[in-house]
């Protein structure tokens, strides 16, 4: 068996979130400033994590936030990003560029939940979820193959797994949160509503261990640009491929970074 933690960041602000415009994968916008001073701010905040492997989306408001997470970090500066498609946002088709507002609206028309409605052209949630899990196919063969199997490393990990987020760990310690024991951190840059399916998905189906003062609400609200999510991971190695064994929530939606930093119009 084999354990790591996988950290899962949003891009930073762009001016179509201040717009509240819908980005998808047709609109590939750069950071703001404000979405540059959040990258930095997350960087600084993750400074000292040593991540053996960083996924990123290929839209370049992805790419822009893990740059300077990884020009931030004392041990990662200058590290190899693999650009990763499966990553990329939830498609919206013929809404992508316009007002959210207009998203729901759309939705009220055809009857259906703004998060259960596909506007014409746009990805389904299965679909998003579909890239999901071949991202975690993809993230779990390679895991397996570069840092084989320790059996050492379980017991620890999978001990501060299970105490979720403990109100012990003071504000200092809170970057470093349910990383002691694992000798591997994975890194993923990402997207908003991308991110909440993936949430859900390792919630929901894949029944992962949650922390114990952590309500569902919290678990599935919308991730803030650059929020940060962590999961502890245990796979086993059997002759058909990896396999998950164990996946625990340590937290979602942290955004202790961005106290110092005013706040978006």
Known sequence: MFTFTLTFIRHGETQYNRDKLLQGQGV???????????GEAVGRYLRDIKFCKVF????????????LILRNNIHCSGMEMFLEPLLRERGFGIAEGRH???????????????????????????????????FLQVLFKQMLDVHGVSGQEI??????????????ISPSDLASDGLHGASAHVLVVSHGAYIRVAIRHLVEDLKCGLPADEKMSQL??????????????TLSRTKSGPVLSAVHCLFTNRKDHLQNLPDPE
């Open 28 to 38: 590939d916008a750069p950071l703001s400033e404000t979405g540059i001073q959040q």
């Open 56 to 67: 990123v989306s290929n839209l370049q408001r992805a790419v822009q936030t893990a740059e």
């Open 100 to 134: 959210k507002q207009d998203l729901k609206n759309m939705a009220n028309a055809s009857g259906q939940s703004c998060r259960d409605y596909t506007p014409p052209g746009g990805e389904t949630l299965d679909q998003v979820k579909l890239r999901f899990k071949n």
């Open 155 to 168: 017991s620890s990990v999978a001990q501060s797994a299970s105490d979720g987020a403990s109100s012990d």
């Open 220 to 233: 599935f609200s919308p991730c803030p640009n650059t929020g940060i999510s962590r999961f502890v991971v």
